[in-house]
T-cell receptor, first 111, second 115 residues
Framework: AQRVTQPEKLLSVFKGAPVELKCNYS??????LFWYVQYSRQRLQLLLR??SRESIKGFTADLNKGETSFHLKKPFAQEEDSAMYYC?????????????FGQGTILTVHP | DADVTQTPRNRITKTGKRIMLECSQT?????MYWYRQDPGLGLRLIYY???????NKGEISDGYSVSRQAQAKFSLSLESAIPNQTALYFC??????????????FGPGTRLTVT
């Protein structure tokens, strides 16, 4: 069975500080990993996916298959980054596209 | 994104009552999903449908049922509501193999309270 773990329920940093939101997964095959974000009074939305290898709003995430991790990083946090962040995984096969989410991390960036 | 709508947005009901939550989408997506969100537990999949004739249980389907009335509509029912079904419920849609993106688009959520 696949599983996604986000060990931090709450994470607080000051503006301009680096931030890292941790995500670990368990899956026997080759997963595809995503980060979704929910800003205050907005809908949950896709932030980035590992296959795109892109930087969105200054955030990056690298899939580390050896450590089964997909941590989200940003070198200089901004107040507008405050939100709920979910790591998610989809497996292959006929269920491809069905997501398993982690527990979520609430990020607060203080001025 | 008004392309995915949920009704009602808020609902308070009593234990034992039947309740239906509705989801509609105008994105033309084949795939639809129902999740519940609980503090500390994240989002958990209740049911999903990859097309009109396809319904699948998610990880927490007990106590719930669904109906896919059309490509654009996917309803979630609680046949006999109980207090631990109090949660925030989200509907989502995604495209499938046609575009290969599988990005999920979420509705605004329905806050359900069972007393």
């Amino acid at each position: 069975a696949q599983r996604v773990t986000q060990p931090e329920k709450l994470l607080s940093v000051f503006k301009g500080a680096p931030v890292e939101l941790k995500c670990n997964y368990s899956y026997s095959g080759s997963p595809e990993l995503f980060w979704y974000v929910q800003y205050s009074r907005q809908r949950l939305q896709l932030l980035l996916r590992h296959i795109s290898r892109e930087s969105i709003k200054g955030f990056t995430a690298d899939l580390n298959k050896g450590e089964t991790s997909f941590h989200l990083k940003k070198p200089f946090a901004q107040e507008e980054d405050s939100a709920m962040y979910y790591c998610a995984l989809t497996s292959g096969g006929t269920s491809y596209g069905k997501l398993t989410f982690g527990q979520g991390t609430i990020l607060t960036v203080h001025p | 994104d008004a392309d995915v709508t949920q009704t009602p947005r808020n609902r308070i009901t009593k234990t034992g009552k039947r309740i239906m939550l509705e989801c509609s989408q105008t994105k033309g997506h084949d795939r639809m999903y129902w999740y519940r969100q609980d503090p500390g537990l994240g989002l958990r999949l209740i049911y999903y449908s990859f097309d009109v004739k396809d319904i699948n249980k998610g990880e927490i389907s007990d106590g719930y049922s669904v109906s896919r009335q059309a490509q654009a509509k996917f309803s979630l029912s609680l046949e006999s509501a109980i207090p631990n079904q109090t949660a925030l419920y989200f509907c989502a849609t995604s495209d499938g193999a046609a575009t290969g993106t599988y990005e999920q688009y979420f509705g605004p959520g329905t806050r359900l309270t069972v007393t």
